[in-house]
């Protein structure tokens, strides 16, 4: 599997492995390409300049959620705090009862910032900020050392970081779990606690044909940030 993580993209076509000395001069300020598999690098431009990396703060996130969530069923109160955040959004109320997997769902294919903070105050036991260490902590343990998170969504704080080389070892990781990965790549999501649909804003996943994940991201201090992954022939 072939993952792709840049910040300020324009447009870039995936490879296979085999044509990796074919790459295209990539628009973007960052970027990486990297063999899922074995972690080797296929290519780069600047993989470890910290930037602000908007929305693909949800990737971890949300495999932070699943790692310490064990009944994605359940049906939680959102908090005050949660409703009414900047941004992409969900449009949860406050007080309504929603499915962990909605808001899964909610957070990867919707970016809904309500939705991630939402998983944070429950997965960091109502505390953002335990949560948010929980972030760091994670980042530290996985190897991602020039990356700094202080919220679950990516609005832009100038201590919230990371680079494109950090977020291919925090998204190896996570497409590595069964249920980060169908969230990831489903073109749309039925959110039964919810009665709506969320359809995945991600393009890859429907316009390319090997396309199997995973996050867009965009603020202006940010810009257009992509992690994605590709898959052929197993």
Do not use: W
């Not at 295209?24 to 431009?45: C, F, H, L, N, T």
């Amino acid at each position: 599997m072939i993952l792709f993580c840049a910040a300020l993209l324009c447009l870039c076509p995936f490879l296979d492995v085999a044509e990796a000395a074919s790459i295209p001069d990539v628009p973007a300020q960052s970027y990486i390409v990297v063999d899922s598999d074995s972690g080797r690098i296929i290519g780069s431009r600047n993989p470890k300049e910290k930037l602000p990396i908007a929305s693909t703060t949800k990737i971890l996130t949300t495999i932070l959620a699943i790692e310490n969530i064990d009944d994605f069923e359940r049906k939680i109160e959102v908090p005050d705090s949660c409703v009414g955040i900047e941004g992409s959004s969900i449009y949860l109320r406050a007080k309504q009862r929603v499915s962990i997997k909605d808001l899964l769902y909610g957070t990867m294919l919707r970016s809904g910032n309500d939705a991630a903070e939402t998983l944070a105050a429950y997965a960091g036991r109502n505390s953002d900020e335990g949560f948010v260490f929980m972030m760091n902590e994670k980042a530290a343990e996985l190897g991602a050392y020039d990356s700094n998170f202080m919220n679950p969504h990516g609005l832009s704080d100038e201590n919230h970081y990371s680079t494109a080389y950090d977020l291919a070892i925090i998204s190896r990781h996570a497409m590595k779990n069964k249920m980060f990965k169908e969230i990831s790549s489903a073109e749309k999501y039925i959110a039964e606690s919810m009665n709506t649909i969320f359809y995945n804003k991600n393009k890859v996943v429907y316009q390319y044909e090997y396309g199997n994940g995973i996050k867009i991201g965009y603020t202006k201090a940010a810009g257009r940030c992509l992690v994605a992954s590709a898959e052929k022939d197993g």
